[in-house]
Nanobody, 125 residues
Framework: QVQLVESGGDSVQTGGSLKLSCAAT????????MGWYRQAPGKERELVST???????????YYADSVKGRFAIFRDNAKRTAYLQMNSLKPEDPAMYYC????????????????WGQGTQVTVS
């Protein structure tokens, strides 16, 4: 059974840090690109960051301009887990954060991701 389970969301103060995790089961993790999206109330879901698979992509990464320099995406294929390290959190960062997986190389469109988690809530006060 395919599952993506996010964890690590919490309430932190402005300037604080959080590390989100996304544990994957039921598919070939190292062949998938992994993405982190977020959706704030009343807003559309947006891409935060994505990392390519380890087959041909060499772990290429992408960051939205709004998080560049503050967030870092990485993956541990042995643990079948993707991570999003979030530093210097700002008042505009609160949202439900979702991870997603899609077979193939790095990707940017939501429709290109086949599997989605249920999300983890990040609050910044």
């Amino acid at each position: 059974q395919v599952q993506l389970v996010e964890s690590g969301g919490d309430s932190v103060q402005t300037g604080g840090s959080l590390k989100l995790s996304c544990a994957a089961t039921g598919f070939i993790f190292n062949k998938c690109a992994m993405g982190w999206y977020r959706q704030a109330p009343g807003k559309e879901r947006e891409l935060v960051s994505t990392i390519g698979n380890d087959i041909g992509d060499d772990g290429h990464t992408y960051y939205a301009d709004s998080v560049k320099g503050r967030f870092a995406i990485f993956r541990d294929n042995a643990k079948r887990t993707a991570y999003l390290q979030m530093n210097s959190l700002k008042p505009e960062d609160p949202a439900m954060y979702y991870c997603a997986a899609g077979y193939g190389g790095i990707r940017f469109q939501q429709y290109a991701y086949k599997y989605w988690g249920q999300g983890t809530q990040v609050t910044v006060s």
